[in-house]
């Protein structure tokens, strides 16, 4: 790695260069715009060939330092297969990132960042299991969804710390001093809800969050709370559901010739992982940013934005109140 | 019940006229436009002072029939507790329905209609567990969600059961004649979602559908499938997401000043209870539809169109290929 001096005011950022649908054709864009228009220094991973030919056709040949990895991560490994390939663009990238605490970002498939992740980095002291949190608009201001997909099967004690890190996360990147939780069920009342939600709902009320109670579907997008608690099944699930929903609904505004297609891409925006900058995976001792695996080069700087300003974040997390859970007393 | 001569080419149709949030004020004027209009005989069962008044007050005293049942049940009672509430107007009107062979209409709220219509109509033979079924508008067509919330934690056989429930709603209602069947999962590769998922995906290429594989968020509203097959605590989240993300979307495009306002009153009119009537109880030996809560009286009285086209469907479904399960061989 070059002595570059620092870009600017945000931490240094590693880039798996050659994750994402598309590779290095939009990460190295991404990584130029993100240096170039907020000064975050990036540390881009991958076939050093691909990504230097692709940082001369932007013009942007040494402005950026690129460290080789010899192979690649298919979108279609399974967690346990990537992890396996020590030598890819995204397990070299986990372990630079860890050694230069670093926050790393890739649009690789979410189940191999998580997994080459959790080893690289590790859980933070009392965390059971990472959780994706994905910062949503609303009218008013944003929610955050966590968890949007990093455990499928979650226990009632993973959900309540769930909200922990949420919370946290909404006090970080969203600056609400005291953030409100709500737990997604199918209906507001206490007691609604399938098995899980149940057990969760008697555990949250013991943690240090203002719990708010149950929250339901069209909750999320609607301002109710600052944090929406969910499995990582039902919250992948809304998240995909969303973008679909307001895809489907703005092609029914445009078909209905109501409003003209360029200023309803402005709402589509809003939505797409250019604006959001894909899912922060909270719980480990490190930071991570996974980004949609379709992001073009617009996303990739988001996400490194967003990756810049997560400030490292490495206090043990409380344990759920039940004696037998988690490692921490 | 008086000798009235059927009105129309539909079924007549049980309308539980203290269901939903408004009672008879919204049921009372739903049930004589489905009348007026559809040419449907309904059967109004409640507080006959209170029906009666709301009649007279929309000029339509002795056009509708009237079944006088003392007592209502509130909309936050549970299943069991409602039930018990053997006067009120959901119990006389589930029994009533059993009686004439009539479909059940009501918008009190789901966990209460679910369990009388359970325990009033029964099963049909070889169902594990009943689904409730909604037809979502896609830009191409409709897609059958199911379940939209009437069993919170099925096991992998229910699920694989609500495939066989979805599509026959599709061939019934939408006019499908071979429906595709998708399980919403959090990716579209075999083995990706949680347990319970995963294990219905292993189940369902033996059972007498066009599955499809797995679907997931964003295909709800992409027309990708037919039918959209999930658990109820999944499916009744994604339905209440749907209506948020519409609502939200449609309110950021106002507010972007780029549609009129009453042109996306259009769109929005597309998913709510007034366009698609409300949710089909599917599995049990009699035609149930539950209305949402806040029904107005066009969503009720498309409810009571929807209830009467549904035909009665008492075949016995298929068990799923494992010997251990269900009561069919």
């Keep these: 790695m070059g002595g570059r001096a620092q870009g600017g005011a945000g931490r240094p950022v590693v880039l798996d260069a050659m994750g994402g649908d598309h590779g ?14 907020h000064g975050i220094e990036v540390l881009l991973v991958g076939r050093a060939d691909d990504v230097r030919r692709e940082l001369r056709r932007h013009g942007g040949a040494g402005e950026v330092d690129v460290l080789h990895a010899d192979d690649v991560v298919p979108m279609a490994e399974r967690g346990s297969g990537a992890a396996a390939r020590r030598d890819s663009s995204l397990m070299v990238g986990c372990a630079l ?3 230069r605490r670093a926050p790393l970002v890739s649009a690789g498939s979410t189940g191999a960042v998580v997994t080459c992740a959790v080893r690289a980095f590790g859980r933070r002291e009392g965390v059971l299991r990472p959780a994706l949190a994905v910062a949503l ?7 955050v969804l966590v968890d949007a997909g990093g455990t499928a099967d ?3 004690e993973m959900l309540a710390q769930f909200a922990l890190l949420g919370a946290s996360y909404a006090r970080a990147v ?23 939600v149940r057990e969760a709902a008697g555990l949250l009320p013991g943690m240090p969050v203002r719990f708010h109670g149950n929250v339901e579907g069209h909750d999320v997008l609607a301002g109710t709370v600052d944090v ?3 499995d990582g099944f039902t919250g992948n699930v809304v998240l995909k559901n969303i973008e679909g929903c307001v895809r489907t609904t703005l092609d029914m505004v445009a078909e209905a010739g109501i409003a003209p297609p360029g200023r309803l891409a402005e709402v589509a925006r809003l939505y797409t992982a250019d604006t959001h900058g894909g899912a922060a995976l909270l719980g480990l001792t490190g930071t991570v940013v996974v980004g949609h695996g379709s992001s073009r080069s617009a996303a990739i700087a988001r996400a490194c934005v967003v990756a810049s300003e997560l400030g490292a974040d490495d ?11 988690g490692p921490v007393a």
């Design 24 to 37: 290095p054709a939009e990460t190295v864009p991404g990584a130029l715009a993100a240096h170039r228009d």
């Design 97 to 99: 990132a860890r050694r």
């Design 137 to 143: 608009p609303t009218l008013t201001g944003s929610t």
């Design 154 to 156: 979650p226990t009632a």
């Design 174 to 196: 969203l600056g609400v001093a005291d953030p409100s939780v709500g737990l997604l069920s199918i209906g507001a009342e206490p007691g609604k809800g399938n098995r899980l």
């Design 228 to 230: 929406v608690v969910t």
């Design 315 to 325: 206090e043990p997390v409380p344990a759920v109140g039940r004696a037998s859970v």
